[in-house]
């Protein structure tokens, strides 16, 4: 498919790209070009843990999980710092153009067998939302779950093994099913999954879920500001259908209006939550919700601790997330389960920490949207840190007036991380990389031409005054305004949105990664974006069909180029950068 060589130039030029014939509805047939480091290569938003403490599983926005055997590559570089780990397994489930295919959560049974996945995930091309059970031994899909509710946000399987919880958005509100650990891919009359209990009076989305330490209780978190406990007493009777389940309790969070990641302490008795739109951490009594005490969480100026997790033995409560402390990429440990003093531990890490779980052994396990993943011992020194291979685009302060891009879009200039300040341009149609700053006629987005304000890092931009639709909790990252002052360009994290000048929305495609950078060729033809997950990509300004996509690897040497319909190119070296993804059957 290398015949993009002689083909891009033109291509690019007139704005034209070879499609192939799709149904919207389907799943793509072709085999899709994904690009492959070894690592994740987009934000990883869920980790999970075997109770071993041996598998470590990760989901992220690159539509990926990836099986790591944490125990080994700790063992084998028991003295120093492991940076570098080869996954057991990368599972892949079905995917297609846009959102199909992001992975949101994941979970993997107690004895370290069955991997759970879910996230945007339909898969059938009926809108349905579908979770995947895979064997983590031999990476094959034992079989899916389809049914008609939101993205999953969050899953969790119950310590005795026989259950998975499943928080969902919208207001789907919470699934759980029964797991079948020998049930045979395909056997509709002996589901690997099979939905035992459901609550749908959810008003807002959920993105967390925790079992009791006995199995015989879970509790949910959701954005529409309230707890809830459930009794399992009466699920998984032979032959009995599935139940609307209603909490025992159900009682407004204390400490914000966005309850995120909630865990039961060790012996059941207690449960921490933590929050998304406030610095707080409350512990509260597992029997009536009463607010027990909430941990001291200092002058944090910026960000939260959105995730919790205790200690195996209880006695220590960790948290972490986007606060602002005076460790960058703070994992925070309090004394005395919480009420004690605290400690901030590094982690390693430049990004959100997005998922906190402990291990048997008292350490702590995490993830982060660099992507990275990590391992902290007891003593809180760092044991495993698997970092980024891809550039960092963030712009922070002064990095939009680095994207640059000449008159036609065929020369761009950027970071590969917006802080070292080092530049690099690259050229899609003479396919030449060079790490200098580029030639003047190259020229940088236009963030002020219009009064548009709250652009960046804000859920709610505005237009001379007045709100631009954004879905709900939705943040606008980036801005680029027209030459011509007649419309302008949001990135977000979810979507490119254009706007005309009056604030009417034009067109809405889906993005890989948050859009951190956005430009607008001077000639008003191309829109080019840099995202989340490395990949800077080239769009029709006119109605965002994507022309071009351009990954260039960390190491600032490789690069890899390609079209939507397939055609590549890649520097010497790049071909074992990516590969290609085949479509099975989405239960198989």
């Not at 969050?154 to 919880?165: D, Q, V």
């Not at 109605?543 to 010497?572: C, I, N, Q």
Request: glycine share 10%; proline share 6%; with cysteine.
């Amino acid at each position: 498919m290398n015949r993009l060589l002689t083909m891009l130039p033109a291509l690019l030029l007139s704005g034209l790209i070879p499609t192939t014939s799709l149904n919207a509805a389907d799943l793509p047939a072709a085999p899709l070009l994904r690009i492959e480091t070894g690592m994740h290569t987009a934000v990883i938003k869920r980790i999970g843990v075997d109770k071993a403490g041996r598998w470590l599983v990760s989901a992220s926005e690159d539509k990926t999980v990836r099986v790591w055997d944490i125990s080994a590559g700790l063992k084998d570089n028991a003295k120093g710092l492991t940076e570098r780990m080869v996954p057991t397994r990368v599972l892949r489930p079905p995917v297609g153009d846009g959102d199909e295919g992001k992975l949101y959560a994941v979970a993997i049974s107690p004895d370290g067998n069955l991997v759970a996945a879910g996230g945007f995930t339909g898969g059938d091309g009926e809108s349905h939302t579908s979770i995947y059970l895979f064997n983590r031994g031999d990476g094959r899909m034992m079989g899916r779950f389809s049914g008609r509710f939101n993205v999953v946000n969050h899953l969790t399987f119950s310590p005795n093994g026989r259950w998975l919880a499943a928080s969902l958005g919208g207001e789907s509100g919470l699934r759980i099913f029964a797991v079948d650990a020998d049930a045979k891919p395909g056997d509709s009359d002996k589901p690997a999954l099979r939905l035992v209990a459901q609550d749908g009076r959810y008003r807002d989305s959920s993105y967390g879920n925790h079992f009791s330490p006995d199995s015989s209780r879970l509790v949910t978190s959701c954005y529409d500001k309230y707890l809830r406990l459930y009794s399992l007493a009466d699920l998984g009777e032979p032959g009995r259908e599935s139940i609307s389940l209603r909490p025992l309790l159900k009682q407004r969070a204390p400490g914000g209006r966005q309850p995120g990641s909630v865990r039961f302490s060790p012996d059941g008795a207690s449960i921490a939550v933590a929050y998304t739109d406030t610095g707080n951490i409350d512990v509260m009594s597992a029997a009536d919700f009463t607010l027990l005490y909430a941990p001291d969480t200092g002058k944090v100026e910026y960000g939260h601790f959105t995730h919790v997790a205790w200690s195996p033995d209880g006695k220590e409560l960790y948290g972490a997330g986007s606060a602002d402390t005076t460790v960058k990429g703070a994992i925070r440990r309090w004394s005395d389960a919480g009420k004690g003093s605290y400690l901030d531990l590094k982690s390693g890490v430049s990004n959100v920490i997005t998922d906190l779980i402990e291990l048997p052994d008292g350490g702590v396990s995490f993830c982060a949207g660099d992507p990275a993943i990590g391992v902290l011992t007891r003593d809180g020194a760092q044991q495993l840190l698997l970092a980024s291979e891809v550039a960092d685009y963030r712009a922070f302060s002064n990095g939009l007036a680095h994207f640059k891009s000449s008159p036609d879009g065929t020369v761009i200039q950027f970071y590969y991380d917006a802080k070292e300040k080092k530049y690099a341009t690259f050229s899609p149609t003479s396919r030449i990389l060079s790490l200098k700053e580029g030639p003047l006629t190259l020229a940088p987005p236009d963030t002020t031409s219009l009064p548009v304000k709250g652009w960046e890092d804000d859920k709610d931009p505005t237009l001379h005054g007045r709100s631009l639709k954004l879905s709900k909790h939705e943040y606008s990252r980036t801005l680029a305004i027209a030459p011509d002052k007649a419309s302008f360009l949001l990135g977000t994290g979810w979507s490119l949105r254009r706007y005309d000048s009056k604030g009417e929305q034009q067109w809405e495609i889906p993005v890989p990664g948050s859009a951190w950078v956005a430009n607008i060729t001077p000639n008003g033809a191309i829109a080019i974006a840099a995202f989340g997950d490395g990949t800077i990509r080239w769009y029709r300004y006119a109605d965002g069909v994507e022309l071009l996509a351009f990954f260039p690897h960390s190491d600032r040497k490789r690069w890899v180029v390609w079209t939507p319909s397939g055609y590549y190119d890649a520097s010497p070296g790049a071909e074992d950068l990516f590969g290609w993804h085949i479509n099975g059957a989405t239960d198989k």
